[in-house]
């Protein structure tokens, strides 16, 4: 018993062709076994196909093949209708019956939110044999000429999660697919996971064969003699021998009282410290006059140094001997020594990404921070290559085994390496780890609306959109960016913002930062849909007056080209202007040809302690990334990444420029 939900949404007209196909398939190679099925198709309305499930026959599959054909897209997308009527009409009887699933084959996100979907889903499905499965299509979401916006907005990734948290409630699978293939299945995943696990399990099969071979290798040509078991036991029966403590004389005492006290100065009263000779010839020595010069001397050197060096921590225990007056020492702590050899640290890295700039987000992940420099690891101080003068030849040579250590020139000096193969191998496994969760990041900052805008960091924004003449081309393309910028980051970050746009003259959406409720989103795109491109670049006016709203912390402003009005002046202005409240202004440079303008707005973001972003050269960096990440990293000269202008992604190259020189050197090294 199978009831097949089709999404006809509005978004969904550019691709009813693929969904016809789909379902086309679908009833050709699948639907032909089962019992009982029908079709719901759902927009705004929900439409079935028939009024109670049928039985699976070639007329009945033929025929709904037709209706498929009639199909329209139109609406927004109600999930929730389409499920309550599949459940509560066609399996109004559920559990009188087994093997019962819903197939829902969808492009996005529903209209209502996810936790309701789940907790009605958790709450039909418990203690039936009904399950809930999930066909994800993943498209571009594009707006009509009417411009109805859906009522709920999310990234492919974003919708993802909610369906995965929707079909974990309804006990069911999830598969996820695109125009290039199939992005995540739990088929499949669960598939590969056994597969990886029988694969380990062999490898620790031959592992433990390969170890009973050379054991068994071993054994044969060393074989045991019984008569070494008399040896063993022997050995393992003798005891280590304690060793008599000293006897208390009185120069272990003093020196054991003169450390006890930190070599403080002892009084002139103090009595001689009894003491029994071995023997009646024997002289007692001058203990007291000792103790006084030994104090004296410690009390002289602290008051010389300054900054005493911090000396090895060790304590020795002096006594004297039976013969005559000798006297013999024995270390009660040992002195540390101090290890200069370096070992390859693990490395831990976030999977969650970051809401921050790139410089802060180094400051805790780059190579330095992680401590994967290869200098600083291989060649430490006492590694350094020495020639030293004989003077039977005047001149100066290596050692007689100097040529056994491998050793490399670094910056004209040669050095001896102090890492094996295997340190070398797992240090070239840490930086890859690190150089993918580089170019992740990189992935992530050119996705959605972070392509054009860069990520939003604060809680109180306003976003300055340039409307000058010079923008009409370019206009259609930033108010679609600019709806995916408040749904993306803004609504679901829950930033205060406010909107404005300029050119020869200044219009805000509202008067104030308003909160970033659904409500407010719809209304923003709304008003964005009115913009038309005019007249000419006023940016310090538009500066001006998003300074004054109430509370905000940083402004973004996007524009493609240099202002009417001279540049030194608007940054003189802006800096008179923070010096009462201190706001960050970043700058967006979109399809920008003057050198000078970019110029101005880096100078702009700078001295406002913001961020310069442009958006060239997105397209090479995905792809640049994507064959990183797909190809290997082997080659540090193909693919690389484009130059990149905006601060956080040049940043970002340029540390995964360092750690692919590195690891292109180490593996040189092995």
Known sequence: RVVILVDISVTNSMYIIHIQHFLRLLLEEQMSDKDYF?????????????????????????????WVLNLQCK???????????????????????????LYLLTTGIPDQETHAVSAYMAEVCRGFDLHLHVCLFSVVEDVGSDRIMPARYANPTETAIAYKEIVQAGNGRFHWFGEAGILESDDITIIVSETEKANNYSQKCAFLVESLKQRSVNQSVNPFKPGDSNVLMKKENRRPQKLLPPKPTALSLARMYIKDNHGAE???????????????????????????????????????????????????SVFYTDK????????????????????????ILPKKEEICSSKEWLTKYSIKKLKLELPRLMFGPGCTHQKKTVESLHKKVSAKYCTIFPSVEINGVVKHLQFQSKELEIYSEQLEKVLQRYIQRIQWLLSGSRRLFGTILEANVCVLIDTSGSMDPYLPHITKELTSLIWEQLRKNEVRFNLLRFAENTESWKECLVEST???????????????????????????????????????????????????????EIERLRKKRDIRIHTISFSCTDRGAKEFL???????????????GDMDGQLAAHRMLTEGLDDEDDPVFPYFEGDDLKKLTQEVAKARSFLKQAKSLR
């Not at 079935?48 to 009945?60: A, D, F, G, K, M």
């Not at 109600?78 to 009188?96: G, I, Q, T, W, Y």
């Not at 006297?327 to 040992?334: D, L, M, Q, S």
């Not at 880096?602 to 060239?616: D, V």
């Open 324 to 347: 005559g007056r000798n006297v013999g020492t024995v270390y009660r702590k040992y002195p540390k020594t101090i290890c200069v050899r370096k070992s390859v640290p693990s490395v």
């Open 602 to 616: 880096k100078k702009l973001a700078s001295q406002t302690g913001g961020r310069y972003h442009c958006s060239f």
């Open 75 to 101: 609406g927004s997308r109600n999930v929730m209708s389409a499920l309550r009527r599949a459940v509560e009409v066609h399996f109004k009887d559920k559990d009188k019956h087994k093997s019962q699933g």
């Open 266 to 316: 002892r009084s002139a009263s103090t009595g001689v410290l009894a003491w029994r000779p071995t023997s009646a010839k024997a002289e007692i020595p001058p203990v007291k006059i000792f103790i006084l010069s030994v104090a004296q001397t410690i009390k002289e050197r602290s008051r010389t140094e300054h900054k005493p060096r911090k000396q090895p921590e060790f304590s020795v």
């Open 38 to 66: 029908n079709i719901i198709a759902f927009g705004s309305d929900v439409v079935p196909w028939q009024l109670e499930l049928i039985p699976s026959q070639p007329e009945s599959l033929q025929n709904a093949w037709r």
């Open 518 to 572: 659904d409500e407010a989103c719809h209304d923003a795109v709304q008003w964005m849909s009115k913009f038309h491109a005019h007249g000419n670049t006023c940016i310090l006016m538009a500066l001006q007056k998003a300074l004054s709203f109430q509370g905000v912390e940083a402004l973004y402003i996007l524009t493609d080209g240099k202002p009417d009005t001279s540049c030194t002046l608007i940054l003189k």
